[in-house]
């Protein structure tokens, strides 16, 4: 019997309260899934990669149990400056280029918004609950993944 999946959600706490919202609703994915997972955090959208990129390695080496599939999860609101800019391309980014070169199921649930209003109608279960769907779609990836036998 196959083991069963193991999902890394790398959340970043800087609007904990939005990036909490979406880990339940993730959360509740998974569970419904059936599917094992961590949880850790990090300060913001601009290290989730990072974090990412060391829990894969660590897995590699077989410091930890690898993960099939990992998760970034956080908010970036946009404000007065071109921080904003910067902060919601080079986490895409970043994630991307892992998820390509590495060839890693990763998904982005990096919210881009406006304001906080988007963010938490975006972010709850009872609106649109971009965490259910963020980790629907790492679920895909490792299927598809598994269908090419890469995983």
């Known amino acids: 019997m196959a083991q069963p999946l193991k999902i890394l959600i790398v959340a970043a706490s800087f609007y904990e309260d939005i990036a909490d919202e979406m ?75 892992l998820s390509v070169q590495k060839q890693i199921a990763v998904v982005n649930g990096i919210l881009t918004v406006e304001n906080r209003d988007q963010a938490m109608a975006r972010a709850r279960q009872s609106e649109k609950n971009k965490g259910g769907d963020i980790a629907e779609a790492l679920l895909g990836m490792i299927a598809l993944k598994q269908q090419y036998g890469l995983a």
């Open 23 to 97: 880990k339940q609703g993730a959360i509740a994915a998974f569970d419904a899934a059936q599917v094992s997972y961590d949880v850790i955090e990090v300060a913001g959208a601009f290290e989730i990669p990072a974090a990412i990129g060391f829990a894969h390695q660590a897995g590699l080496n077989g410091t930890i149990e690898a993960y099939d599939g990992f998760m970034g999860l956080g908010c970036v609101i946009r404000g007065e400056t071109s921080h904003y800019d910067y902060v919601c391309g080079e986490s895409a980014r970043g994630l991307m280029d």
